[in-house]
Structure formats: C-alpha cells, structure tokens
C-alpha cells in the first residue's frame, strides 16, 4: 500500500522561508495527483491553503505557495508569522476515486 | 459565503450503527462532489468517502469499505455517511467537505462519533 511522507516536524524563525515536502513511499508526486495543502490548528477544522498542487484557496495570502520540487509535492511558506504555528496536512489523489492524507507536519514558529 | 454544518455523532456501542449528516449552503450543492474525511484523537487526518455530484458514484477507504455508506440529497443540500458496524476504530471527529478540482476547498467543523461499550 502506498504511503503518503511528511516530515514529522519542522521549525522555522519569524520572518523566515520554510518549505514543507509530500512524497510517496514508491515514486514520485507529480501534477496528476493534484496535491492539496491542509493547515489545522488543534480543536480546529481544517483550513485548505492549496489544492491542484498550486492553486491557493480563497483569501489564502500569497506567501503560501504549492509547487512540485523534484520527486515531491511542496508547501514553501514565506514570511513566516507566529500564528502559521499549525499542522500542515498534504492529500495526493490516487485514482480511482480515492484519496490518501500524508501523516502530517508539525510546524513550529521559533 | 459556503457553510458545511455536521450533525449526528454521538456515543454508540462496538456494532452499532450511526448517520451523519451535513447541511451544505452558499453554493450549489448539486454541482459539486463532496467528501468525508475523519481524525481520530490525537491523530492525523484520513480520507474516508466520496460521491460525485449526482451521486452517480461513490467511493471509500479500504478501512470503512462494506461498513459505511455515502449518499446524498440535492433537494435538501445534505450530505450523509450511514456507518454500521462500527468499532472502537472508528472514534473520530468527522468533516464533511466540498469538493474543488480533486481535492476540498471548504470544510464544516465535524462532528465526534465515539464508539464505545
């Protein structure tokens, strides 16, 4: 079964560029897994930042961005403030029908 | 503005059976395929079911397959997951959302099912 990485976690200073990769255990994400970028708070419901690998969601800022870095999907984040402290979630669509959530990255403001 | 509103968790027994619902509004419902997606405790998210606008078609996570239902009502904007048999597993906060280019761009705010003798 294919698995969806994530980095556990990931700090960043205030101010700072941080970029946020989604991969898969077997083979490399491209653009046909139309890539989406989640952003949960605890307690919270998810936010959508990014889906289609790089089209934002509606009055997400523009220092989120989605992109396709070598074998991966990405989330860079630039400017980094301290309420992007958060989860990020990535979701790959695998056909069929079907979808599969990366275990997610704990980001850190520091 | 599009508002997903999820209603029916609750606390049920090991085999038992639950519907969720969720109320769409703000956009045309009918238009639009729509998702559930589930976070057990302490944990990240996962996929668990979608159907296309018409409710042509439905699909669902290999962990709720056989057990969990998706359908839709476009007459009433809502959306519902019937889950039977449910196991200890299957505690979880359960979002509905609304469907954007293979991925959701709106979310409710989700409704907790415990399963739970």
């Known amino acids: 079964q294919t698995v969806v990485t994530q980095e556990p976690s990931f700090s960043v200073s205030p101010g700072g560029t941080v970029t946020l990769t989604c991969g898969l255990s077997?083979?490399?994400?491209?653009?046909?897994?139309?890539p989406s970028w989640y952003q949960q708070t605890p307690g919270q419901a998810p936010r959508t930042l990014i889906y289609?690998?790089?089209t934002r969601s509606s009055g997400v800022p523009d220092r989120f961005s989605g992109s396709i870095l070598g074998n991966k999907a990405a989330l860079t984040i630039t400017g980094a403030q301290a309420d992007d402290e958060s989860d990020y979630y990535c979701?790959?669509?695998?056909?069929?029908?079907?979808?599969?959530f990366g275990g997610g990255t704990k980001l850190t403001v520091l | 503005q599009v508002q997903l509103v999820e209603s029916g968790g609750g606390v049920v027994q090991p085999g038992g059976s639950l519907r969720l619902s969720c109320a769409a509004s703000?956009?045309?419902?009918?238009?639009?395929?729509m998702h559930w997606v589930r976070q057990a405790p302490g944990k990240g998210l996962e996929w668990v079911a979608f159907?296309?606008?018409?409710?042509?078609?439905?699909y669902y996570a290999d962990s709720v397959k056989g057990r969990f239902t998706i359908s839709r009502d476009n007459s009433k904007n809502t959306l519902y997951l019937q889950m039977n048999s449910l196991r200890a597993e299957d505690t979880a906060v359960y979002f509905c959302?609304?469907?954007?280019?293979?991925?959701?761009?709106?979310w409710g705010q989700g409704t907790l099912v415990t399963v739970s003798s």
């Open positions: 159907i296309r606008n018409d409710g042509s078609n439905k």
């Open positions: 703000g956009f045309t419902f009918s238009s639009y395929g």
């Open positions: 289609s690998t790089n």
């Open positions: 959302g609304k469907d954007a280019k293979y991925s959701s761009d709106y």
């Open positions: 077997s083979g490399s994400v491209s653009t046909n897994y139309y």
């Open positions: 979701v790959l669509y695998m056909g069929s029908g079907t979808w599969v």
